[in-house]
């Protein structure tokens, strides 16, 4: 059933109420500046990027944007937890349920985060301005304290809990983090195929979970 649907008492389906005209505007003109944001990222990169570039391309004032966002660090920030939402969800969905084996499972999640973020037009631009120099979008999609990195370890925190729910919080807190971390260090200086890194990755962050029953790197 719909998120947006709730069961009345009497077992009626009901729609919930519409936005207000000041809320549904405010959601259009936040969309309008993040597709505006979005498109010159991609045009230009970040670096290149004013607030009144943004303004202008979204046709509402430079005063509605610092409002909306508070600084230009907010809009990026925004720009690409929008951007990623979509992306982690096929991550969530390639682990949960995912294939029986879990050497497989996690190789096959790597490898979908290492080959579609190359899909994703804003990601791909600032992956290809980090591998030239440095680009200010880069560390909301590494830094340990952004929610992007926050939500890629809690997913996959979450399937090793389903997966080796016998072992220590500690060792999987462990192995979630060296999977996130070696993941996007790949993602922005790849050292192999996608194929080969998901494969090599698995097999050591499940290293220290498997111990010697470790899958082989093959399998």
Same mark, same amino acid.
């Given at each position: 059933?719909?998120?947006?649907?709730?069961?009345?008492?009497?077992?009626?389906?009901r729609?919930?109420?519409?936005?207000?005209?000041?809320?549904?505007?405010?959601?259009?003109m936040?969309?309008?500046?993040?597709?505006?944001?979005?498109?010159?990222?991609?045009?230009a990169?970040?670096?290149?990027?004013?607030?009144?570039?943004?303004?202008?391309?979204?046709?509402?004032?430079?005063?509605?944007?610092?409002?909306?966002?508070?600084?230009?660090?907010?809009?990026?920030?925004?720009?690409?937890?929008?951007?990623?939402?979509?992306?982690?969800?096929?991550?969530? =969905?390639? %682990?949960? *349920?995912g +294939?029986?084996?879990?050497?497989?499972?996690?190789?096959? /999640?790597?490898? #979908?985060?290492?080959? @579609?973020?190359?899909?994703?037009?804003?990601?791909?631009?600032?992956?290809?301005?980090?591998?030239?120099?440095? =680009?200010? %979008?880069? *560390?909301? +999609?590494?830094?340990?304290?952004?929610p992007?990195?926050? /939500?890629?370890? #809690?997913?996959?925190? @979450?399937?090793?809990?389903?997966?080796?729910?016998?072992?220590?919080?500690?060792?999987?807190?462990?192995?979630? =983090?060296?999977?996130?971390?070696?993941?996007?260090?790949?993602?922005?200086?790849?050292a192999?195929?996608?194929?080969?890194?998901?494969?090599?990755?698995?097999?050591?962050?499940?290293?220290?979970?498997?111990?010697?029953?470790?899958?082989?790197?093959?399998?």
């Amino acid at each position: 059933m719909a998120t947006d649907r709730q069961r009345s008492t009497n077992g009626l389906v009901r729609e919930d109420p519409p936005d207000s005209p000041r809320i549904a505007w405010r959601k259009q003109m936040r969309a309008s500046i993040l597709d505006a944001a979005h498109e010159l990222t991609c045009e230009a990169g970040w670096d290149e990027v004013s607030l009144t570039a943004v303004a202008a391309r979204a046709q509402v004032s430079r005063p509605s944007v610092y409002k909306e966002f508070g600084n230009r660090a907010g809009l990026g920030r925004a720009l690409v937890i929008r951007e990623t939402q979509q992306f982690l969800a096929g991550v969530a =969905d390639t %682990l949960h *349920p995912g +294939l029986p084996d879990s050497h497989a499972c996690l190789e096959a /999640a790597i490898r #979908y985060v290492l080959e @579609e973020a190359h899909t994703q037009p804003l990601i791909r631009a600032v992956i290809a301005a980090a591998r030239h120099g440095s =680009d200010s %979008l880069l *560390p909301y +999609l590494t830094a340990r304290t952004d929610p992007i990195f926050d /939500a890629g370890q #809690y997913l996959v925190r @979450e399937w090793l809990s389903t997966r080796y729910s016998e072992q220590p919080t500690e060792n999987r807190e462990m192995a979630a =983090d060296i999977i996130v971390r070696m993941t996007i260090s790949h993602l922005i200086l790849p050292a192999a195929e996608p194929h080969v890194t998901a494969r090599r990755l698995a097999t050591a962050a499940l290293k220290p979970l498997h111990g010697r029953n470790r899958p082989p790197a093959g399998s």
